[in-house]
């Protein structure tokens, strides 16, 4: 089973993941993985911190002479800005942010304790542990991509910088949509069987854990409350040449929870970004008293990183149900499953 787990605060000394898993014999070069940790820092809208991060990874086990070994991979970001400890308590809990749920719910002192992990720049290691899985689906022909849709209402992508420039100018924030698109996916991945297994689900749990991301779908989507079955499903062919395939793609790849061997497609919408400039109300949870909420250093929109973020975490739900479905001890063995049923299949 493939699985990671995180660890490390917005300020803390780094940021960690543990990815247990991976097969054995996988080349993994620390340089595709800043790659993708550096995609994660650009876009419009991005706030000071990313001028003083330049995230790169410190991949610590689960290698031996650049291959993969079976054993867990840990991997290590380090913070430049290392000042968890002299940061000023917060007693004003920001709107749309986990600062005073996490706050109720723990008990702790005030809220530098809850957004200090609830910060996006936990999604640092997510990503480092999305590029390894992607390096493992690129062996056997899946890649990942994503676009950003919108941004504040603006579709025109020339436009999309200008829109942000006017949240900024304002103190305020802007969110957006954005589109994922994985090719080479072959049929067969995931299960209909029970809800967890479902590909679609397991997706939209990894998707929907990004902070700030409040709704997703597949393919149409919502779109589909507008339309009748006749017009928005998608005819089965078959061609010697290309075996069972669709003309139009509406199901976004999925169909059931198991993948159908069309391009997995999937929306997200991200919210804009709780910090603002000029807060909004609030309550100093110290007095009970009316305030305005906390200002943290942030972003004026991050749907451009948001979008990365999700590709991350699409690779990692795959490359499960991948190594679920072909095995999951060593890539040459792998390889062998793979090629097998492809064959039966066609």
Known sequence: MLRYLTCGESH????????????AGLKLDASEINLWLKRRQEGPGRGARMKIEKDTVNILSGTRKGLTIGSPIGMMIK???????????????????ADLAGFLKYGTHDMRDILERASARETASRVAVGAVCATLLEEFGVK???????????????????????????????????????SGVIPGLGSHVQPDRKLDARICAQVMSIP????????????????????????????????YYRCTNNAGGIEGGISNGEDIVFSACMKPIATLAHPLASVDVRTKKPCKANVQRSDTCA????????????????????????????????????????????
């Not at 690779?315 to 149900?321: H, Q």
């Open 212 to 243: 700030g991301i409040k709704a997703i779908g597949f393919g149409l989507g919502f779109a589909y409350g507008h339309c009748f079955g006749s017009e928005c499903h998608d005819p089965i062919l078959y061609s010697n040449c290309n075996g």
């Open 144 to 182: 990942i991509k994503s676009n950003v849709a919108i941004v504040g209402g603006e579709s025109r992508p020339k436009e999309i910088p200008q829109r942000i420039k006017e949240a900024y100018d304002k103190g305020d924030t802007v969110g957006g949509i954005f589109q994922v698109q994985v």
């Open 79 to 97: 913070n430049k800005d290392f000042s968890i400890n002299k940061l000023p308590d917060v007693f004003a809990p920001r709107p749309a942010h």
């Open 12 to 23: 803390g000394e780094a940021l960690m993941a543990i990815l247990e898993g991976i097969p």
């Open 303 to 346: 749907v451009h990183a948001a979008a990365v973020v999700a590709e991350a975490a699409c690779a990692f739900v795959l490359a499960g149900a991948f190594l679920e479905k072909f095995g999951a001890d060593n890539l040459k063995d792998i390889k062998q499953a793979f090629l097998a049923y492809r064959k039966k299949i066609c």
